[in-house]
Structures are given as structure tokens and as C-alpha cells.
């Protein structure tokens, strides 16, 4: 969904615990948080509201926020506009940014937290089948 950007290119990962290292930067871990799903209804359909997380990491230096912006811009594009999953998902929304700053010397970074709210629905009993 997010790989090629300008900024990360195929710097991306789907795990929460991949480990960054400095000379990946910058790069994105993509993973989901949680998920809220709603009863069925009378057609069968379960509403499922997912929690997807995209941290964007880059080296601190003194353009740091003005990179993580472009990043976050970046990605909320292609999230939320052109995403390949959109078919299948009813809507996709920004709902927080969040940045934080770490390390000392060379590991030091920062990074910017994207979280999503993906609403999508599936067949009740088969939560891998989007309609």
C-alpha cells in the first residue's frame, strides 16, 4: 500500500517489532492496532472498524519536522486517496498524527505516528472475506 513513495521508498515494514536502525532511514512500519466489529445484520454482514497504525521514522536533524510532514503527506495520499485496499473498504480516515522525538548521537530520530480508522465489512463467520 505505502511501498515506492518518494520518501521511503521500499523502506517498509509490517511488523511492530522491527527494530530501526538508522541506516534504513527513512523508512515506515505499517501494522494494525485493534479491531471493533459490530453485530451481523439480517444480510449476513459483520461491520468491522479497524485500527491501522503507520509510524514514519527519519534521522534527527534540524529538518526534521518538515520531513516527517512531507512523509505524513505522503502516506495519507496514498492511504486515504488512491490505496489498492480502497475497493474493498468502506471508508478510510485520518484520525491522529502524533510526533515524538529519541536516541542521542548517531541513532537519534524521530517519529511521526499516523493512525487510521478503516471501516470495512465482511460475511459474518468468514472475517477474511471483505464485501
Known amino acids: 500500500m505505502v511501498t515506492g513513495l518518494p520518501s521511503t521508498a521500499d523502506r517498509v515494514h509490517t511488523s511492530r517489532m522491527t527494530i530501526v536502525q538508522p541506516d534504513e532511514l527513512p523508512c515506515l512500519i505499517v ?3 485493534h479491531e471493533q466489529n459490530s453485530p451481523g445484520s439480517l444480510d449476513g454482514l459483520q461491520s468491522r472498524t ?3 497504525i503507520v509510524d514514519a521514522y527519519a534521522r534527527a536533524r ?3 519536522e518538515d520531513e516527517l510532514d512531507g ?3 505522503e502516506v495519507e495520499s496514498v492511504v ?3 490505496s489498492p485496499i480502497s475497493g474493498l473498504v ?3 480516515r485520518l484520525s491522529e498524527t502524533s510526533i515524538q522525538l529519541g536516541g542521542e548521537g548517531d541513532s537519534a530520530m524521530g ?3 499516523m493512525r487510521f480508522t478503516v471501516n470495512y465489512y465482511t460475511e459474518e463467520g ?3 472475506a471483505a464485501v
Do not use: G
Request: charged letters at 15%; aromatic letters at 12%.
Open 31 to 33: 501494522y494494525s492496532a
Open 50 to 52: 479497524l485500527q491501522l
Open 62 to 64: 534540524l529538518d526534521l
Open 71 to 73: 512523509i505524513c503527506a
Open 80 to 82: 486515504v486517496l488512491s
Open 90 to 92: 468502506k471508508w478510510i
Open 111 to 113: 517519529m511521526a505516528r
Open 126 to 128: 468468514f472475517p477474511e
